[in-house]
């Protein structure tokens, strides 16, 4: 498998405010991270594609202005939260995929904005 | 339009039942197939991952089952323990770009 590991596990803050979750893939270099967004008791949705060294791919309905995503590493993806309101309050998860295969997720982040 | 589905979406059963969760899908032309165990406020374990030219898959006390023309895919868990409880989640690959579309899960409680 892979390692995958997120940081905060855990974010309380206030709306307007910004937020960045960190995204590692420990064990083997990520040219490409997935970010998921998970509301209570539903699956997960796709929210954009992050990419070495070049600029996220988003899916449709998802503010890039709002999700900033930034991966300038082979082994660190961020996503960062901007001007966030409790409707950003939810369960965020990266994942990373080792050649065309297999996806492995990170422990997930748990966001409440106030 | 890629849709998944999983049913039933909740499942109780005694410990040490044989066990089969269903995912289905709507178009059959996929990449792969994943299914996953998430446990309450956790991430995704990996368990079992079907290419699409595959017909199952097997891991220990579970096997996964992938029929593409009818657009199913089963998780069959044998002789079940407390320790399987949580929710299972398939995830379908549409091409080689490593998007998933999930189905919405099935939360399984195993008794004692």
């Known amino acids: 498998g892979a390692v995958v590991s997120q940081h905060p596990s855990r974010v309380i803050c206030k709306s307007g405010t910004s937020v960045k979750i960190e995204c590692r893939s420990l064990?083997?270099?990520?040219?490409?991270m997935f970010w998921y967004r998970q509301f209570p008791k539903k699956s997960l949705m796709l929210m954009a594609t992050?990419?070495?060294?070049?600029?996220?791919?988003?899916e449709q309905g998802v503010e890039k202005d709002k999700f900033l995503i930034n991966h300038a590493s082979l082994t660190l993806s961020t996503l960062t939260v901007t001007s966030a309101h409790p409707e950003d309050s939810s369960f965020y998860i990266c994942?990373?995929?080792?050649?065309?295969?297999?996806?492995?997720f990170g422990p997930g982040t748990r966001l409440t904005v106030l | 339009k890629q849709e998944v589905t999983q049913i039933p979406a909740a499942l109780s059963v005694p410990e040490g039942e044989n066990l089969v969760l269903n995912c289905s899908f709507t178009?059959?032309?996929?990449?792969?197939l994943q299914w996953f165990r998430q446990d309450p406020g956790k991430g995704l374990t990996s368990l079992l991952l079907?290419?699409?030219?595959?017909r199952e898959q097997t891991s220990g006390r579970l096997n996964a089952s992938l029929d593409k023309s009818s657009g199913r895919s089963t998780l069959y868990i044998a002789a079940s323990q407390p320790g399987d409880s949580a929710t299972y989640l398939c995830?379908?690959?549409?091409?080689?770009?490593?998007?998933?579309?999930f189905g919405q899960g099935t939360t399984l409680q195993v008794k004692p």
């Open positions: 995830a379908v690959g549409t091409d080689n770009t490593g998007k998933l579309i």
């Open positions: 079907i290419q699409s030219s595959q």
């Open positions: 178009d059959s032309a996929i990449y792969n």
């Open positions: 064990d083997f270099q990520a040219t490409t």
């Open positions: 994942s990373t995929r080792k050649g065309y295969n297999e996806q492995f």
């Open positions: 992050s990419n070495e060294g070049s600029k996220a791919t988003y």
